[in-house]
């Protein structure tokens, strides 16, 4: 099975993630960047209203084609309980993913709120069947223990 993890990651925590997903479960990496780089400053101004309104921006990439993949795994960090306007931007830039299956997982401080269950609304528009959500604090981060449950929803997801 094809995997795919595409992921935005302000502070690297997202990125960590992604990187040990791709170590344990393989398959290809995309980290999704806004063309116009934040400062500490604009991230949690700018970046943190366009989450509240689940706005998308200009990313890089542009497009997203997931046609030679089978499973679709998204990471977003939390900004103001939603997911990064990047993340919002690469779902809308998501091309052949209809009938692919996909695992979310989201970093945060503490609560990730409703950031999940958006992101999956905004998937299954696009008809891809979401068949995990994780979230992951920077406690479970640094335990270790949520990652493994993330790995093995990736690993159960490729069986499917």
């Not at 309104?53 to 960090?77: F, M």
């Not at 989201?106 to 958006?118: N, Q």
């Not at 905004?122 to 979401?130: C, E, W």
């Not at 068949?131 to 920077?138: A, I, K, M, P």
Request: proline share 4%.
């Amino acid at each position: 099975m094809n995997v795919i993890t595409i992921f935005h990651s302000y502070s690297g925590i997202t990125r960590g993630v992604a990187e040990k997903v791709k170590t344990a479960c393989g398959g290809d990496l995309i980290e999704v960047k806004p063309k116009e780089k934040y400062s500490s400053l604009s991230a949690y101004s700018l970046g943190c209203f366009r989450a509240l309104r689940e706005e998308g921006e200009p990313i890089d990439p542009e497009t997203i084609d997931v046609a030679a993949y089978d499973l679709i795994v998204i990471g977003t960090p939390v900004w103001a309980w939603k997911a990064t306007p990047p993340i919002n931007a690469a779902i809308a830039a998501l091309k052949n993913c209809k009938g692919k299956r996909a695992v979310l997982y989201a970093t945060c401080g503490s609560s990730a709120r409703d950031t999940l269950s958006i992101l999956k609304k905004a998937l299954v528009a696009k008809s891809v069947d979401v068949t995990g959500e994780f979230v992951l604090s920077r406690k479970d981060i640094d335990e270790g223990t949520k990652i493994a449950d993330l790995i093995a929803g990736v690993n159960a997801a490729q069986s499917l």
